[in-house]
């Protein structure tokens, strides 16, 4: 063995051994694709050459193929199984700029598989190393002709729609690992994806550590990660730019098939940036989400126009008849996202009736939230609620100065849209707008918003068996309330306190509105503890040991 090979083969030890390579790999030497005629020159097409040292080593029951220091132009490889390609330092695969390179180095024509890296139905294989893969995406995009907004709508903009994909076609996803099991992917820089960069379809057993995704804010559909359909997956140590969702998790039908539950997924140690979501699940949701977790990351942006800003830290979806059951996020710092939460029950298109659907058993904490500009929501459908949501030690920072048209605006429905934050408009909340959800308990949550703020922070409405505590908010100016309850049942709110100068510290409306409880809390700094409407019953509001409200 040369002692190239030799130190390559070393550094992959460990990954070999852990994905079970042991009588496989570890018997195999290291195959350099210069051995197959790859030229590092930037211009020559090197598929075939590549694509015959990964046939090789499949054949002899598995290996590394070693790409080692320069500029390999290439269409579509298709990896195997027990096969791990390993990038070294300084070496980069040049995805071509011609489409018809992505059908195969033995030319198959697969329309609907157009990939630069490809695996299906392999087990234990491997991307992994310092090198980077440059799929040069900016050559497969064009104008989108998409007029620009007026300055007062700037926060509903989103950069990557001044492109499109052209309409000869694009490779997408770049790499695409379909129903492998044991898959790893290490170390790589993935970068100028033309669409989707990192796509694992129903995949068991993936770990994609320690990679760095860097596609320019304006492309297009360039999602980081989309984990569809998969189980066992941990995504650590990522670092993702792009100009769409950055990690994303999908449940849907594939090839005629119903859609495979995602379960057991955790993301943690992550960087994101982006101008469309952090860390999403949805939009597709035919299926369900059960077991996953997102901790200890960072969502961030620079700053930037906010339509070259994160749309949502973190949105939970589910409007296509399935269901998230278990999901936990905590750790996570946010900065200039333009908003923390988003999370929503809709109706979409319902194309199976399972018993388990709905969103439900969601708990999020330690969460810091700055710059943003528009208010997390929580919100089903009418007879259809979020349910068990529990947020505890939240600070979010709203820097949007409000406007007068902005206070006591009603919110549409909208059951069949397409989920996303700005859906609604600017909402009636400066902090937090819940609507139709049941059994929440909200613990140590503090609310600012720029000076000025006229909106009540927080609004439930149609919301059943909700506990609030230890809840702080900047004053709200005028006579609108720091709480809003409409047809609201069964709420407390405890150990909580009244900004000084506020005129109302809760506010109950709707004629549905029934046991709401006030214990505790300090009222000192509003000018009234409750305003109740006509419509709602006088035993409706219980006030129980509270400091009481300034006299003036």
């Known amino acids: 063995m040369l002692r190239r090979d030799f130190l390559v083969y070393s550094t992959l030890a460990g990954a070999i051994n852990a994905f079970g390579g042991k009588s496989a790999w570890a018997r195999q030497a290291v195959k350099s694709i210069l051995d197959y005629g790859a030229q590092p020159d930037g211009r020559t097409m090197n598929t075939s050459a590549i694509q015959r040292a990964i046939d090789e080593a499949f054949k002899g029951g598995?290996?590394?193929?070693?790409?080692?220091?320069?500029?390999f132009l290439t269409?579509?490889?298709?990896?195997?199984?027990?096969?791990?390609?390993?990038?070294?330092?300084?070496?980069?695969?040049?995805?071509?700029?011609?489409?018809?390179?992505?059908?195969?180095?033995?030319?198959?024509?697969?329309?609907?598989?157009?990939?630069?890296?490809?695996?299906?139905?392999?087990?234990?294989?491997?991307?992994?190393?310092?090198?980077?893969?440059?799929?040069?995406?900016?050559?497969?995009?064009?104008?989108?002709?998409?007029?620009?907004?007026?300055?007062?709508?700037a926060w509903t903009d989103?950069?990557?729609?001044?492109?499109?994909?052209?309409?000869?076609?694009?490779?997408?996803?770049?790499?695409?690992?379909?129903?492998?099991?044991?898959?790893?992917?290490?170390?790589?820089?993935?970068?100028?994806?033309?669409?989707?960069?990192?796509?694992?379809?129903?995949?068991?057993?993936?770990?994609?550590?320690?990679?760095?995704?860097?596609?320019?804010?304006?492309?297009?559909?360039?999602?980081?990660i989309d984990v569809t359909g998969c189980q066992n997956v941990t995504i650590s140590g990522c670092t993702v730019e792009t100009g769409d969702d950055a990690i994303c998790l999908k449940s849907e039908r594939h090839s005629g098939k119903d859609p495979r539950l995602v379960r057991n997924v955790t993301v943690t140690n992550c960087t994101l940036t982006t101008c469309c979501n952090g860390f999403k699940l949805g939009t597709s949701s035919e299926g369900g989400f059960e077991n996953i977790v997102f901790t200890d990351s960072t969502v961030t942006n620079q700053p930037a126009p906010l339509g070259q800003r994160v749309i949502s830290g973190v949105a939970l979806e589910v409007i296509?008849?399935?269901?998230?059951?278990?999901?936990?996020?905590?750790?996570?710092?946010?900065?200039?996202?333009?908003?923390?939460?988003?999370?929503?029950?809709?109706?979409?298109?319902?194309?199976?009736n399972y018993s388990q659907h709905g969103l439900r058993n969601v708990t999020i904490e330690n969460v810091?939230?700055?710059?943003?500009?528009?208010?997390?929501?929580?919100?089903?459908?009418?007879?259809?609620?979020?349910?068990?949501?529990?947020?505890?030690?939240?600070?979010?920072?709203?820097?949007?100065?409000?406007?007068?048209?902005?206070?006591?605006?009603?919110?549409?429905e909208k059951e069949s849209a397409y989920p996303e934050a700005r859906m609604y408009g600017m909402l009636p909340a400066s902090g937090l707008y819940v609507r139709h959800a049941r059994n929440l308990r909200l613990d140590r949550i503090e609310f600012v918003a720029a000076a000025g703020e006229a909106r009540p922070a927080l609004i439930f409405d149609d919301v059943d068996r909700v506990q609030v505590g230890n809840l702080i908010s900047t004053a709200v100016r005028g006579t609108m309330p720091m709480v809003s309850l409409v047809n609201a049942r069964n709420v407390s709110i405890v150990d909580s306190a009244a900004p000084a100068g506020i005129d109302t510290f809760v506010s109950v409306s709707g004629g549905n509105s029934a046991g709401i409880v006030l214990a505790g809390d300090d009222l000192r700094g509003a000018r009234h503890a409750f305003q109740a409407g006509g419509e709602v019953a006088p035993q409706a509001v219980t006030i129980e040991g509270n400091a009481p409200p300034r006299t003036d």
């Open 62 to 71: 598995g290996g590394v193929v070693h790409v080692p220091a320069g500029t």
């Open 75 to 153: 269409g579509r490889l298709d990896l195997k199984s027990n096969v791990a390609l390993y990038l070294d330092a300084g070496s980069t695969l040049l995805g071509s700029m011609s489409l018809s390179d992505y059908q195969g180095a033995d030319g198959n024509s697969e329309p609907d598989q157009r990939h630069l890296i490809y695996a299906s139905d392999a087990e234990g294989v491997s991307l992994s190393g310092p090198g980077r893969i440059d799929g040069q995406g900016a050559s497969f995009w064009e104008p989108s002709g998409r007029p620009p907004l007026p300055p007062d709508q």
């Open 158 to 224: 989103v950069a990557s729609h001044a492109l499109k994909p052209k309409s000869s076609g694009r490779p997408s996803p770049m790499i695409l690992f379909a129903n492998c099991r044991r898959v790893k992917v290490d170390g790589v820089r993935l970068e100028n994806s033309p669409g989707w960069t990192l796509h694992m379809l129903e995949c068991d057993d993936v770990e994609i550590t320690s990679i760095a995704i860097k596609n320019p804010v304006y492309g297009p559909n360039t999602d980081g």
């Open 320 to 352: 296509d008849g399935g269901w998230i059951d278990g999901v936990h996020v905590s750790g996570i710092r946010m900065q200039r996202a333009r908003t923390p939460l988003f999370i929503r029950l809709g109706n979409r298109k319902r194309v199976h």
């Open 368 to 412: 810091h939230a700055s710059e943003t500009v528009l208010a997390s929501s929580i919100t089903g459908i009418p007879g259809d609620y979020v349910d068990s949501v529990t947020l505890s030690n939240l600070h979010f920072e709203n820097v949007l100065s409000s406007r007068p048209e902005w206070v006591g605006t009603s919110v549409a």
